[in-house]
């Protein structure tokens, strides 16, 4: 690659990591909006109806994709789109069994913490699953280990637990306002949990195969799970109850959130590597904060404000750490 053509994969790069940001906080407003109920200025749409609906558009939309690749039997220079029947046939589905039940527990939880929980909240709680990421790397991978040995892992770490802490203490002490109530802080941890082990896995799983391959076989896993819950316990009856507005949000939602947000990342990662994107992917909550106001009318309270910023600086430290033992890896390599 010539030094023009890298220039203009940066520049790409780095404009598609804007669009993740913007992403990755309109997100949690979208979700609060379609499960808040309407008497609180929401649309009130059942839990399991939606988040089936939201993660269904990404296996279908880029289905086509998939085949198109599978017939021409060929890929891209750099393998991005590496794409060959016989891995359709090996062991992809195979491979994609264990990130896709932590996938499942991620989306269940995520999907329905928009109903006990406020926008901005979940936008800064939703920041605790890197350090489980970071976590479960360091359990799972030796190479990783060497974050304990960096100021920067125990700090972030700290900061962290100490901002999520901070972040739900006043509900806990049972003096917290807001919409946001203890369900959906459990809710918000468990999604961290299983986000943290869901990426972990597959690192360790799908890296034989391409990100979009993994990410279709994975997909359409979790929609057929996604699509079973509905059906065993969703108000089917909200289909008949959703207008045109609902469909809207919902679409948008989805496309934004899931289908089109994995692919833009995974290209940003490309582009300007994973300490950059992850490391802007965390001011995402305080667009959220933002957004959230205009939106919803909801804000946080100073405790809330500190604690999340803490948790956010805590994250950035990790991604930092983490980034440092990546270029090592790479310049002993």
Same mark, same amino acid.
């Given at each position: 690659?010539?030094?023009?053509?890298?220039?203009?994969?940066?520049?790409?790069?780095?404009?598609?990591?804007?669009?993740?940001?913007?992403?990755?906080?309109?997100?949690?407003?979208?979700?609060?909006?379609?499960?808040?109920?309407?008497?609180?200025?929401?649309?009130?749409?059942?839990?399991?109806?939606?988040?089936?609906?939201?993660?269904?558009?990404?296996?279908?939309?880029?289905?086509?994709?998939?085949?198109?690749?599978?017939?021409?039997?060929?890929?891209?220079?750099?393998? /991005?789109?590496?794409?060959?029947?016989?891995?359709?046939?090996?062991?992809?589905?195979?491979?994609?069994?264990?990130?896709?039940?932590?996938?499942?527990?991620?989306?269940?939880?995520?999907?329905?913490?928009?109903?006990?929980?406020?926008?901005?909240?979940?936008?800064?709680?939703?920041?605790?699953?890197?350090?489980?990421?970071?976590?479960? /790397?360091?359990?799972?991978?030796?190479?990783?280990?060497?974050?304990?040995?960096?100021?920067?892992?125990?700090?972030?770490?700290?900061?962290?637990?100490?901002?999520?802490?901070?972040?739900?203490?006043?509900?806990?002490?049972?003096?917290?306002?807001?919409?946001?109530?203890?369900?959906?802080?459990?809710?918000?941890?468990?999604?961290?949990?299983?986000?943290?082990?869901? +990426?972990?896995?597959?690192?360790?799983?799908?890296?034989?195969?391409? +990100?979009?391959?993994?990410?279709?076989?994975?997909?359409?896993?979790?929609?057929?799970?996604?699509?079973?819950?509905?059906?065993?316990?969703?108000?089917?009856?909200?289909?008949?109850?959703?207008?045109?507005?609902?469909?809207?949000?919902?679409?948008?939602?989805?496309?934004?959130?899931?289908?089109?947000?994995?692919?833009?990342?995974?290209?940003?990662?490309?582009?300007?590597?994973?300490?950059?994107?992850?490391?802007?992917?965390?001011? +995402?909550?305080?667009?959220?904060?933002?957004?959230?106001?205009?939106?919803?009318?909801?804000?946080?309270?100073?405790?809330?404000?500190?604690?999340?910023?803490?948790?956010?600086?805590?994250?950035?430290?990790?991604?930092?750490?983490?980034?440092?033992?990546?270029?090592?890896?790479?310049?002993?390599?």
């Amino acid at each position: 690659m010539t030094p023009a053509e890298e220039h203009r994969n940066k520049i790409v790069a780095l404009f598609l990591l804007c669009l993740t940001l913007l992403g990755s906080g309109s997100v949690p407003i979208f979700l609060r909006y379609l499960l808040k109920a309407e008497t609180d200025g929401g649309l009130g749409l059942d839990i399991w109806v939606v988040n089936a609906l939201r993660y269904s558009s990404a296996p279908v939309f880029w289905l086509p994709f998939v085949l198109m690749r599978m017939r021409r039997g060929k890929s891209a220079s750099d393998g /991005s789109l590496l794409i060959h029947g016989t891995h359709l046939r090996s062991g992809v589905w195979k491979a994609a069994i264990i990130p896709t039940v932590f996938n499942l527990v991620t989306q269940t939880s995520w999907g329905a913490v928009g109903k006990y929980a406020d926008a901005n909240v979940i936008g800064f709680a939703s920041k605790l699953a890197f350090p489980f990421t970071v976590l479960y /790397s360091f359990l799972l991978f030796p190479a990783e280990r060497r974050l304990a040995r960096t100021s920067s892992f125990w700090i972030g770490a700290l900061g962290s637990l100490v901002g999520l802490v901070l972040l739900s203490a006043e509900k806990f002490a049972g003096s917290g306002t807001g919409g946001t109530t203890m369900l959906g802080y459990l809710l918000l941890v468990l999604m961290a949990i299983s986000w943290g082990a869901y +990426s972990v896995s597959v690192k360790k799983q799908m890296s034989g195969y391409s +990100s979009i391959l993994s990410f279709w076989v994975i997909s359409t896993y979790t929609t057929i799970g996604l699509l079973f819950l509905m059906f065993v316990f969703g108000d089917l009856v909200t289909f008949r109850v959703m207008d045109i507005k609902a469909w809207a949000v919902l679409i948008a939602s989805s496309f934004i959130g899931v289908t089109f947000w994995h692919v833009m990342y995974y290209r940003a990662l490309k582009g300007v590597g994973a300490v950059v994107s992850d490391g802007v992917l965390m001011v +995402s909550p305080f667009l959220t904060v933002a957004g959230s106001a205009f939106v919803l009318g909801e804000t946080l309270t100073p405790l809330q404000a500190v604690g999340g910023s803490i948790l956010v600086g805590g994250g950035i430290l990790l991604v930092i750490a983490h980034g440092r033992i990546t270029k090592e890896e790479q310049a002993n390599f």
